[in-house]
């Protein structure tokens, strides 16, 4: 019997030693991860750690209990340690702005996610800052990779939703996601592009630059984003959503010593959701309602291809751009949306004429008009970059329907084009306003097995070539100066197909195609776009000039992505892709009474690793 006591005392003063030593090891370890927070932040983190180690404590202490069979001798000692570890814990000097969990005077709610959040009584603490040290526990409990759907969020997106909240600040619970990303882009034809391919700029036989391959690695994708959410009531719930990444250039980014890519912003937008009411706002700088949804209209559920290029394929309707969006839905399966956007605009013409330039005179007439429709950027906008004139924004309405046989929805685009105009003779501006606009639908619906779906999108209308990847022209002049909408059609069919749960392979063809708009000018020729008289015999001779116009772009995409490392560290991926892009011009003459028809092939190939630290 004594000796079974002072084996009891041996074990207890071990396991004080172990509980005082990893302490301090932990002290020790994470001061220089906290260097930069204040000692608040530290204190807490510390605290956190110390918690941890008692859990330890007492999972040891059972586990040589049940070996011993001295289960009540062992719960008292453990009862002890947990003791004198919540000790340890409470009786340090704190910052009154932050406070711990557990909390014996605090009540716990449910944070998304699946982790406990306390609400204190404590009225002092103005921002109620709260570490979730058991976040990691829960976090990788399983991974929140999933590649089970035609859109897979982790992705298309960074999957954020699916993880658990890291801290929370008074009722708001904060998550971070994203990943960082390397490509490995190959062009046949050298664009001097990063990892966005200009579609409409594979260029013809004339240029040099065609056959003349480029192959770059890239960081730029990389991505980071930040969740925060809040459920005021039980039917209430408030989101903030931050995306950014490194595909912004400054003047002075370059790629000869220091890649020094800048972040721009992808999304920043914050909802508000009634759920009794089945309403829901956004305000913010989101994906378009114009884009196919693979759920609902909720943000972070579009219906994203998931291809590495970071301008999608071409026939994939979308824009990321501020708007002020509203929706209901009913029993969150039929939906209804309207979203104003902002409506900025492309154009082209058969020849140059900058803004406050004068147009080819018109047949009967002596003299062009001069017009204007575009400015150079302002405050806060890129004063390299010129804005069209924005009448009024676009406006999106959508419904969409949820059901056993996938995800259908239709919508409806109106848009405004602004331009002046001096006629000849003329002192002053006249003032035109033009509409455009169309109609589309998308759809994305299992094919009799859940390892195959289908996905489809087309826009069809005048002045809506904004948003197809290839950036048609929206719009042209007519012989007033006035922008008048080019006949546009933008779609794609994808298959989607789920070998395995950790693998996910594609198949996409996309089109995108433009109508002509033109006048006959004085002398006898066509102005406008899709004009069929000018001369393009050069288009197909290196340094000859070609003013082609773009026709139709077809494209056929095919990849994958392989999850093949997951765990307490976070997720390995990479991705495979190919793309195969046919232009073809409007038709012009070689000079000598012959048509011509311009055309144009262009190859890209991504290979791509992710890592994917919070998933």
């Known amino acids: 019997m004594k000796s079974a006591a002072s084996d009891s005392i041996v074990s207890k003063l071990k396991l004080d030693s172990k509980l005082l030593l990893g302490t301090l090891l932990c002290c020790l370890v994470n001061k220089p991860v906290f260097a930069l927070a204040d000692d608040a932040q530290e204190l807490a983190a510390i605290k956190a750690q110390m918690r941890l180690l008692a859990a330890q404590v007492n999972a040891i202490e059972q586990r040589q209990a049940k070996r011993k069979g001295s289960k009540t001798q062992t719960a008292a000692a453990s009862t002890n340690r947990s003791t004198h570890a919540r000790t340890l814990v409470t009786s340090a ?77 008074g009722g708001i619970s904060v998550k971070l996601g994203g990943f960082i990303e390397l490509s490995n882009i190959w062009r046949d034809s050298n664009m001097t592009a990063g990892p966005a391919t200009a579609w409409g700029s594979f260029p013809y036989a004339n240029s040099p630059n065609h056959g003349l391959s480029e192959e770059r690695l890239s960081a730029q994708l990389s991505r980071v984003s930040i969740l925060m959410e809040a459920n005021p009531t039980n039917a209430i719930r408030l989101q903030a959503y931050i995306e950014s990444d490194f595909g912004g250039a400054a003047g002075t980014s370059n790629s000869v010593q220091i890649s020094g890519y800048t972040p721009r912003m992808r999304q920043g937008y914050f909802t508000f959701t009634q759920k009794d009411w089945g309403f829901h706002l956004l305000m913010g700088q989101a994906w378009s309602l114009v884009t196919n949804y693979s759920k609902g209209l909720l943000p972070r559920k579009e219906q994203l291809p998931a291809v590495t290029d970071n301008n999608q394929i071409p026939g994939i309707a979308f824009t ?83 059901t056993s046989f996938g995800h259908y929805e239709v919508f409806g685009l109106g848009r405004w084009f602004r331009s002046l105009s001096v006629l000849p003779g003329a002192a002053t501006s006249k003032k035109h306003t033009s509409f455009g606009g169309g109609v589309g639908a998308g759809m994305t619906t299992p094919l009799g097995t859940k390892k195959l779906q289908l996905a489809g999108n087309i826009l069809a209308g005048e002045g809506v070539g904004r948003y197809g990847p290839s950036l048609l022209p929206d719009t042209t002049f007519n012989a007033h100066g006035q922008l008048t909408p080019v006949p546009e059609i933008i779609g794609s069919l994808g298959l989607i ?119």
């Open 93 to 169: 000097p704190a910052d009154p702005a932050i406070r711990f969990s557990p909390d014996p005077a605090g009540t716990t709610r449910m944070a998304s996610g699946g982790l406990p959040l306390h609400s204190h009584g404590n009225t002092s603490n103005p921002l109620g800052f709260e570490w979730l040290p058991t976040q990691d526990v829960v976090a990788h409990g399983h991974s929140a990779m999933d590649l089970s759907s035609s859109s897979p969020s982790s992705i298309t997106q960074t999957s954020v939703d699916h993880l658990p909240p890291i801290f929370s600040i």
């Open 320 to 402: 990321r751009v501020p708007q002020i969006r509203i929706g209901k839905d009913w029993h969150e399966k039929y939906w209804l949306g309207l979203s104003l956007e902002d409506p900025e605009a492309t154009f082209n013409f058969s020849s140059s004429v900058p803004s406050g330039g004068t147009l080819p005179a018109a047949y009967g007439q002596t003299a062009g008009t001069r017009v204007y429709y575009q400015n150079a950027g302002g405050v806060l906008l890129n004063s390299g970059t010129n804005y069209t004139y924005n009448p009024a924004p676009d406006i999106v309405v959508k419904a969409a329907a949820d």
């Open 497 to 615: 197909g789920h070998p395995s749960p950790s693998v996910l392979v594609y198949t996409y063809g996309g089109v995108e195609t433009s109508g002509r708009k033109s006048y006959l000018g004085a002398d006898g020729r066509n102005y406008g776009y899709g004009v069929t008289d000018q001369n393009l015999s050069g288009c197909s001779i290196e340094f000859g000039a070609c003013n082609a116009q773009t026709r139709t772009l077809a494209s056929l995409t095919t990849g994958g992505w392989w999850h093949f490392m997951d765990g307490h560290y976070g997720s390995l991926m990479a991705g495979l892709q190919y793309t195969y892009i046919r232009k073809f011009a409007f038709k012009g003459t070689n000079g000598a009474g012959s048509n011509v028809y311009p055309t144009t092939f262009g190859n890209t190939v991504y290979v791509t690793f992710r890592y994917l630290p919070f998933q």
